[in-house]
């Protein structure tokens, strides 16, 4: 049975690759006692060949020659004036390493990239439907995956593999770790009934709810190329490598980070406003005729408000009383980063 089939069967909805049909987040505890969901939204590039990571490692900002079997890195994918066309999360499985970035851009930038495979000993494959994406997190969640993985990943972006598949630990989010399952069709079908008995099955926008409380950044189709990987705060969670060699936009990128404090930098935020979505500008109160920054991921978390990460000028987000969309719009209100912001040149 093929993965969608089996999803539907468990009372899923799947629309445009989004997994939805289950509970939404705020409806239970579940995002912090314990949950899963299908990644459907996540598209994989499998890239094998003697020069995948050579060929990667000059597409990217981050480090691919030196990537390990136990190590999953994150890296931005950039035009040559260094704004970012995707988000992406590298690991290796055996000699090839495989590319996660959002499904609904994933056509496009596996083209882009294959323009310039040129002479390289590399090939580059769509193996989305042939993998299974779960997400996990919540307080019961690692207990949960002991049923298949005995020993869990203990480090932050580290990952251990066994014959049921690879498992992946991610950033915290509700001070509980979350974990990402990569795995078969028939193995995800005969662990679905299992995971139920311990976690709640939910939509997966719980998983992208928890991926903004964790401040990490999605680049989606709406926000493509306009943004510098630092004004998502990229640096910071591992995205971007300063000592390795040229890549597309490496010379914006690195002047970026040495020529000056950045003026832009991307928050967490509550907006009073159910229906989000990104791309939509943001309104300083002070200066009401043109926007100071933009949205770029967000979920709703009640009947009546979304979280967000807003990507906006750190003058005006010091200064407060910002709104969505006009200066009248929905109020925003900014929450603490998960991590600290050191912009002293290095």
Excluded at 117 to 141: I, M, P, W, Y
């Amino acid at each position: 049975m093929m993965w969608q089939e089996f999803l539907e069967q468990q009372g899923a909805k799947l629309n445009a690759f989004d997994v939805t049909g289950f509970s939404h987040a705020w409806e239970s505890d579940a995002i912090h006692t314990g949950f899963f969901t299908s990644l459907n939204h996540l598209g994989l590039i499998q890239v094998s060949g003697a020069d995948a990571a050579s060929f990667l490692h000059g597409q990217l900002s981050n480090d691919v020659e030196h990537l390990t079997p136990t190590e999953v890195r994150r890296a931005a994918y950039c035009t040559p004036k260094g704004r970012m066309l995707a988000s992406f999360m590298l690991w290796k499985t055996g000699e090839d390493i495989q590319v996660q970035l959002s499904r609904a851009i994933q056509p496009a930038i596996q083209k882009r990239l294959q323009m310039y495979v040129l002479r390289a000993k590399a090939k580059l494959a769509d193996v989305s439907d042939n993998t299974v994406q779960l997400g996990l997190g919540g307080a019961h969640a690692g207990a949960a995956l002991q049923n298949w993985f005995p020993a869990l990943p203990t480090q932050i972006d580290s990952q251990v593999s066994n014959e049921f598949g690879i498992l992946q630990k991610v950033a915290d989010a509700n001070q509980s770790a979350r974990y990402q399952w990569i795995t078969s069709n028939e193995t995800a079908q005969l662990a679905w009934p299992v995971l139920s008995q311990q976690l709640q099955a939910v939509n997966a926008s719980a998983w992208r709810l928890t991926e903004i409380q964790a401040g990490i950044a999605q680049i989606v189709a709406l926000t493509q190329e306009q943004f510098v990987p630092q004004m998502l705060n990229f640096e910071m969670i591992g995205g971007v490598n300063f000592k390795k060699g040229c890549y597309p936009g490496q010379e914006i990128v690195a002047r970026s980070q040495y020529l000056g404090k950045l003026k832009r930098r991307m928050a967490i935020a509550s907006i009073a406003q159910a229906d989000v979505t990104p791309a939509m500008e943001v309104f300083s109160e002070s200066d009401p005729a043109q926007p100071c920054g933009m949205v770029v991921n967000a979920e709703q978390d009640s009947a009546n408000s979304s979280l967000a990460l807003i990507e906006m000028k750190l003058a005006d987000q010091e200064a407060g009383h910002i709104h969505l969309s006009s200066a009248d719009g929905a109020e925003i209100r900014f929450l603490p980063l998960p991590y600290v912001i050191n912009d002293i040149t290095q």
